[in-house]
């Protein structure tokens, strides 16, 4: 993800995505395989076109633990 690889260039400890729709599985699954951890739920904080309000994560990861780095290494 180059997004981190600047994040971390740029100085910063951690990053935060503040809304992973419930529903979307597949996102909430990829953020957790990328080292993202579920912080928090937001109540019917999305509203999807056919279910209406839904759930939605706030996911956090610091930026500096050894996990980060080897997985650069993995994607280099």
């Known amino acids: 993800m180059g997004s981190k690889k ?11 995505y503040n809304l992973v729709v419930v529903i979307n ?3 909430v699954e990829w953020w957790q395989k ?6 928090g739920t937001l109540p ?3 509203n999807h076109k056919q279910m ?6 706030v996911m956090y990861r610091l930026l500096n633990d050894s996990s980060y780095y080897q997985e650069q290494k993995s994607l280099s």
Do not use: N, S
């Not at 971390?8 to 951690?14: D, E, F, P």
């Not at 990328?34 to 912080?39: Q, T």
């Not at 209406?52 to 994560?57: L, M």
């Open 52 to 57: 209406g309000p839904v759930d939605a994560h």
């Open 6 to 16: 600047e994040a971390v260039r740029l100085g910063h400890k951690a990053m935060q």
């Open 34 to 39: 990328m080292g993202f951890k579920i912080i």
């Open 25 to 27: 599985t597949y996102a």
């Open 44 to 46: 019917r904080a999305f």
